[in-house]
């Protein structure tokens, strides 16, 4: 469904008027998802396999605690319990077809999305000589992914409430002399959001229980700020101006934030072999390691994230990290067109850019110790000279806060100059006349 509607008109007669937008759109579909499940028997602790007579045998919880786990122990109960709450299988065109099958459902999926557009202009005085707008825009926009399981909230969410605003002043100042001013801020802000609250296990082809996404925000203000002046003269036409930019690129993350482990038999000594009974079919021999290690909760492999601030303390886990990465942008320029005569116009300038270092504004940014162009020309000059990479000495890390040394160099240096020339031979008689 797409609607949406404007209306303008005058504030004030000749002098203000006003204007105002909005489209809508809204989207409803479906999405078939798919989600490897423990099979009945295995949520009961039984375990199914091929054989290499070609049939299909079946170890009992008993079975497994006797004779193939070596701790004796038998099904995690924890296990058990989690198995019990997925959905029953439904489709066995997925998983192995004995202790991994499918669970096949239909999810609903939306997308909205809003759009505003306004905007004011005024005529300052009754000439015309002073003009000012304002114009604003809203993007507010949301659309989600299919649930985990049915009954679920959206495994993520996305969301978009990026702005932007203008406002422009143009004056002549005098019959020679105009002035543009223009002032803009945009807000680019997209966030999506995760259903992630801890640390996890997940089990090896079998589907996570509860989805693990993780959230992230990424908000970009930037503020632009442009004079632009125009000076007739005689015969010469002088522009000069300038432009300002500060951006920052704003993230709030919880990708890194959680630790997480896995039920892999690969990490096991032996990949597993010893829960592997005599006559397994060695073509379902990885279908049944994935099934056996999960089910008796045996979490091979482990990762511990540790973030830490500037200062060296360590982040909650389930914390989201935050970075605020800033930079500034300048330019100026001068530029004259000068008509010598009715054929000749000479066109020369200058513009100079300083564009200083992106750093994160919170401290947390390293650099390196020397620099890294330092340490590769001392590189380049020991190999020149046939001596060894050794003597270039190691290289150390440190909080740039505490060096000084942006993430590279702040060029001063941008000059950008301009020459232009325009000849149009002229003549009033003769073939001159003719050709030009």
């Known amino acids: 469904n797409i609607f949406g509607g404007s209306i303008g008109g005058p504030i004030k007669q000749d002098r203000a008027f006003f204007f105002f937008n909005y489209e809508g759109r809204r989207d409803a579909s479906e999405t078939s998802e798919v989600r490897n499940v423990p099979s009945t028997d295995l949520r009961n602790g039984i375990v199914k396999y091929r054989t290499t007579g070609g049939g299909i045998a079946t170890l009992s919880p008993t079975d497994i605690r006797t004779r193939v786990d070596p701790a004796g122990l038998g099904p995690n109960q924890r296990v058990l319990d989690l198995f019990r709450s997925y959905p029953e299988p439904n489709d066995a065109t997925v998983g192995d077809g004995l202790n991994i099958v499918g669970y096949r459902f239909v999810a609903p999926l939306s997308l909205k999305q809003n759009t505003y557009i306004t905007r004011l202009d005024m005529r300052i005085d009754r000439n015309g000589n002073h003009n000012l707008f304002l114009r604003g825009n809203l993007q507010n926009d949301r659309d989600n992914e299919a649930p985990q399981f049915p009954g679920e909230p959206p495994a993520r969410v996305r969301l978009n409430n990026s702005k932007g605003l203008g406002i422009g002043y143009d004056a002549i100042l005098s019959p020679t002399l105009v002035s543009n001013f ?255």
Not at 223 to 235: A, K
Not at 313 to 337: A, C, L, M
Not at 373 to 383: M, V
């Open 182 to 436: 223009r002032y803009g801020f945009t807000r680019q802000g997209d966030e999506q959001t995760g259903q992630q609250t801890q640390s996890a296990i997940s089990f090896r082809n079998i589907a996570n229980r509860f989805a693990l996404t993780r959230g992230i925000t990424r908000i970009l203000p930037v503020h632009t700020i442009r004079e632009d002046v125009n000076w007739r003269s005689g015969s010469h036409n002088i522009q000069f101006g300038g432009i300002a930019r500060y951006i920052a690129n704003q993230r709030t993350d919880l990708q890194n934030s959680f630790n997480r482990g896995n039920t892999n038999s690969s990490w096991l000594q032996g990949s597993g072999n010893d829960l592997q009974p005599a006559d397994l079919n060695r073509t379902f021999r990885v279908a049944y390691n994935d099934a056996m290690v999960a089910l008796l909760g045996i979490v091979s492999f482990g990762e511990a994230i540790y973030n830490y601030t500037p200062g060296g303390q360590v982040i909650p886990t389930g914390d989201p990290i935050f970075r605020n990465f800033k930079n500034s942008e300048f330019e100026s320029y001068i530029q004259d067109t000068w008509h010598v005569t009715r054929g000749l116009t000479l066109t020369y300038g200058l513009r100079w850019s300083l564009m200083r270092p992106v750093y994160e504004a919170n401290g947390a940014q390293v650099s390196t110790i020397p620099s890294l162009a330092q340490f590769f020309a001392t590189r380049g000059a020991l190999a020149a000279a046939g001596r060894s990479q050794a003597e270039v000495g190691k290289v150390q890390v440190d909080l740039a806060g505490k060096t000084g040394r942006p993430l590279y160099p702040y060029h001063k240096d941008n000059l950008a100059p301009r020459l232009a020339i325009a000849y149009s031979p002229q003549s009033t008689d003769g073939l001159l006349a003719k050709l030009f």
